[in-house]
Structures are given as C-alpha cells and as structure tokens.
C-alpha cells in the first residue's frame, strides 16, 4: 500500500527544471529580454552618433570649407567618436552575457555592475561635454567667425547665461531620466534575474 502511494506521489509531482537554464534562457533570447534590448539601444546610439555629422555636413553644402575648417565641427566630431566608442564597449559587454553559460553567475553580475558604473559615468561625462561646448560657443568668436555664434553674442549677458543655466537644468533631469528608460530598467532586471540564479 506504501508503495503504490509512494508511485502515485512521485508521477503527481511536478517536473522541477533547472531554474538557472530558464533564466539563462530569458536574459540570452536574441529578439526580447535584458540583454537584447541593451544591445538595441547601444546599436541605435552608434548609427545616430554616425549619421549626424553626415548630417551637418549635408546642411551646409553650399559651404564645405567653412565646415571643414570649423572647430566647433571637429569638435562635435571627436563628440560622436567617444560615444561611438562608449557605446560600442557596452554592446560588446552585452554580447558577451548573451553567449554566456548559466553557471556563471558571479561572472554575470560583474557584468550587470559595469554597465550600471558606466551608465552613471556616461551621464557626468555628458555634463562635463555640455559645459565644456557651453564654453567653447563662449570662447570661440574671439579665434573664429561665426555667423550664428555672432548673432548669439550679440544678445543681452543675462539672457546667454540663463539659457545657458536652463539647459544644464533640462540636462541634467532629462538624461538621468532617458538612461533610466532605455539603459536602468533592463539593468535592473537583469540585476533581479541573476539574483534568482542558484
């Protein structure tokens, strides 16, 4: 009688899988989860940073020199190369936990942990840039002529620095913002995926 019950209880039970595979499996999906999602915005922060100084270029065709030999261009330039490089780091990091096993769990969490560190180190360094090209459109019309720097000299001090001041405010709330939609949601379910990890 034992053992029919004993028979009975063992067919009832439920099949328990691997709960590190089923995650493992969630966080590596190549169209949907974490990982994907991260390398979506990554990929659209390379071709977006790739395509506007085409674009710059395009809208002032009929002055090709004037472009070439402008510094605020090379500038915004060397701009778009470090966010291109930025941005591809992260997405190379995001490959490698796609391709990842589910034993690696330690592995996996110091990969979610550089990607929040550079998260929060790309928002200061955008700041950094921000003041610095507030300076350089300051400094500028005293090396090089400008027609649209010359127009925005020749408004009132107060006005330049208050708007100046608001769009370091708008910066600095619209970024963190932005990043916590694209970058911080999937960081943090990432983040609570591995926690499950055994």
């Known amino acids: 009688m ?10 009832e039970a439920p099949v328990k899988n691997n709960l590190n595979t089923d995650i493992m499996n969630i966080i590596q999906h190549k169209s949907y ?22 674009v710059l270029i395009l809208t002032n065709l009929s002055d090709l020199r004037a472009v070439f030999t402008s510094v605020m261009f090379w500038t915004y330039v060397a701009f778009c190369i470090g966010i ?23 592995n996996l969490q110091q990969q979610v942990q550089v990607l929040e560190k550079r998260a929060k ?3 200061m360094l955008l700041r ?5 090209f507030i300076a350089l459109t300051e400094i500028l019309p005293y090396f090089q002529d400008y ?14 620095f208050g708007s100046y001041a608001g769009l370091l405010l708008l910066q600095y709330f619209m970024n963190r913002r ?9 960081l943090r379910y990432l983040k609570s995926l591995v926690g499950e990890m055994q």
Not at 40 to 54: D, G, N, T
Not at 178 to 186: D, I, P, Y
């Open 2 to 11: 034992e053992l029919d019950d004993l028979k009975r209880a063992w067919k």
């Open 33 to 54: 989860g974490p990982v994907a999602a991260l390398k979506k915005v990554f990929r659209k922060q390379m071709v977006a940073m790739s395509i506007i100084p085409l």
């Open 84 to 106: 291109i490089a930025f941005a591809r780091y992260n997405y190379r990091i995001a490959c490698k936990m796609e391709r990842m096993d589910g034993v690696v769990k330690d």
């Open 121 to 123: 180190t790309e928002i």
């Open 128 to 132: 950094y840039v921000l003041l610095f």
């Open 147 to 160: 027609r649209m720097l010359r127009l925005w000299h020749s408004m009132p001090v107060l006005l330049r």
């Open 178 to 186: 932005l990043k916590e939609r694209r970058v911080g949601v999937h």
